[in-house]
C-alpha cells in the first residue's frame, strides 16, 4: 500500500509480530527506479522503499518486494538488483487500477494483455533463477477480472498464459495472489475499488480447484480471526491489507489464534514502543527521515479514544519541528523521535485519565 507500507510500517509489524509467521510486503516500486533511476546505488533513496534492516536479519526470507513493471528489461534489471541486496521474493503488480499506474502500462492494465504479462513475469523468472539465486520467487498479484469482464474464461486465459509462458526454464512455478474484486480501470478510484466492487471468494475458489499444482493466496475483506481460517482451508494463504493498517496488532491475534503463540509471550505495547522510538532515532540519524513520515506508522497503534489522543499529540509533536533553512540554528531540530514519542505518550496519558475521571463522575454523580 502507497505511503502505508514503508521501511518504517513493516518495522514496526516485525516488533508487534517477531516471530517470523507473518510475510511483509513493501508498498509497490517500480521497476525503473533500479534499470533507469539507479536507485540501488542511493542508500538513502533506498531505504525509503526497501526495508534493508529485514533484509539483514534472519527475517529476510519473510519480505516480499512488490514491482511495478511495463517492460521486461526493466523488470530484468529490478529482480537482479534485488537479488543482490538479499530480497527472496519479488512480486508483480497486476492488480493497481489508479489513472497514474494505467498511464505508465502497468497494474492492473495488465491483464488485458497476458501475453506481454508473461513476457515480464518470465524475465522476472529468468533473472530470480539465474545462478546462486536459487532461494529467489516470483509471485503475480492480479485481480478476479477487469471492468465489465469477471468471467471464469478471462481469469483462466490470464492465469493460463502466465503460469506456462511466465516460468523460466528451470525456475520455480509463478504463485498468484487473487484481490478477489474486479478492478473498474474507469469511473472508481483507487480507493473506491477497494470497497465497490462486490468481493468473489467464489471465483477465487474456482481457480483453485482448476489449477491444484499452483499456489493461490486470497486477498480482499479479510478483517477477521474466523475469516482467515476459514480461507486457509481452501487456499495456501491469504493477504491482509486495510485491516492491519488500521490494527496493526491483529498479527498479535493471528500469531495467537493461527500459530499457537501463547498470550505471556506477545510483547507489550509499551515495549514495541521503545523499540521502535529507538530504530528511528538512527533511521532519522542516519539519513535525515522526516519525523511526520517516522511518526505515521504509529497513528493505529491504540485502538479507539486512546489511539486518537496519542494521534493528536504525536502530530502536534512532530509538526513542531520545521525543516531548516540555510544557516538557520534551532535547537529544537535536534530533538530525537523517542524524546517526541514520550512528550506525546505523557500528555497522552494525562488527558485519556482525565477523561475517565469525568465519565466516573458523570455516571456516578
Not at 64 to 82: K, M, N, R, T, Y
Not at 159 to 181: C, M, N, Q, W, Y
Not at 336 to 345: G, I, P, R, T, V
Request: hydrophobic fraction near 40%; proline fraction near 4%.
Amino acid at each position: 500500500m502507497i505511503d502505508v507500507t514503508d521501511p518504517y510500517f513493516l518495522r514496526l509489524l516485525r516488533l508487534i509480530s517477531p516471530f517470523g509467521n507473518h510475510k511483509l510486503w513493501t508498498e509497490m516500486v517500480h521497476a525503473n527506479a533500479f534499470s533507469r533511476g539507479r536507485i540501488h546505488q542511493d542508500p538513502k533513496k533506498l531505504s525509503q522503499h526497501i526495508p534493508l534492516h529485514e533484509l539483514q536479519s534472519d527475517f529476510a526470507s519473510g519480505i516480499v518486494v512488490q514491482i511495478g513493471a511495463s517492460h521486461p528489461d526493466d523488470a530484468h534489471a529490478a529482480v537482479s538488483e534485488l537479488a543482490k541486496l538479499g530480497v527472496r521474493h519479488v512480486n508483480l503488480n497486476c492488480g493497481c487500477p489508479s489513472h497514474n499506474v494505467q498511464m505508465g502500462s502497468f497494474g492492473a492494465v495488465l491483464m488485458k494483455s497476458p501475453e506481454h504479462t508473461a513476457d515480464i513475469v518470465r524475465a522476472m523468472s529468468e533473472a530470480a533463477s539465474q545462478e546462486g539465486r536459487e532461494k529467489l520467487t516470483v509471485s503475480v498479484k492480479c485481480r478476479i477480472g477487469i471492468d465489465e469482464d469477471e468471467s471464469p474464461e478471462f481469469l483462466r486465459h490470464f492465469l493460463t498464459t502466465v503460469s506456462s509462458r511466465g516460468r523460466a526454464s528451470h525456475g520455480k512455478d509463478i504463485e498468484f495472489i487473487l484481490h478477489t474484486r474486479r478492478a473498474w480501470l474507469n469511473g472508481l478510484s483507487p480507493e473506491q475499488n477497494r470497497t465497490i466492487p462486490q468481493l468473489n471468494y467464489a471465483r477465487a475458489y474456482e481457480m483453485i480447484k482448476e489449477y491444484p499444482q499452483t499456489s493461490f493466496i486470497v486477498n480482499g475483506g479479510l478483517d477477521t480471526v474466523e475469516a482467515v481460517e476459514e480461507h486457509l482451508s481452501v487456499a495456501d494463504g491469504v493477504m491482509i491489507g486495510r485491516k492491519v493498517r488500521e490494527d496493526p496488532w491483529f498479527l498479535s491475534q493471528l500469531d495467537q489464534h493461527i500459530y499457537g503463540v501463547a498470550a505471556d509471550q506477545l510483547p507489550d505495547p509499551i515495549d514495541v514502543l521503545s523499540e521502535y522510538a529507538k530504530f528511528v532515532d538512527k533511521v532519522h540519524e542516519a539519513h535525515g527521515t522526516r519525523y511526520s513520515v517516522l511518526a505515521r506508522p504509529l497513528f493505529g497503534f491504540f485502538d479507539g479514544r486512546k489511539g486518537r489522543v496519542l494521534r493528536r499529540h504525536l502530530a502536534h509533536e512532530v509538526a513542531q519541528i520545521k525543516p531548516l533553512g540555510k544557516g538557520v540554528v534551532d535547537k529544537r531540530h535536534d530533538v530525537k523521535f523517542s524524546e517526541l514519542l514520550q512528550d506525546a505518550l505523557a500528555k497522552s496519558e494525562m488527558e485519556y485519565a482525565q477523561s475517565n475521571e469525568d465519565v466516573k463522575i458523570a455516571l456516578t454523580g
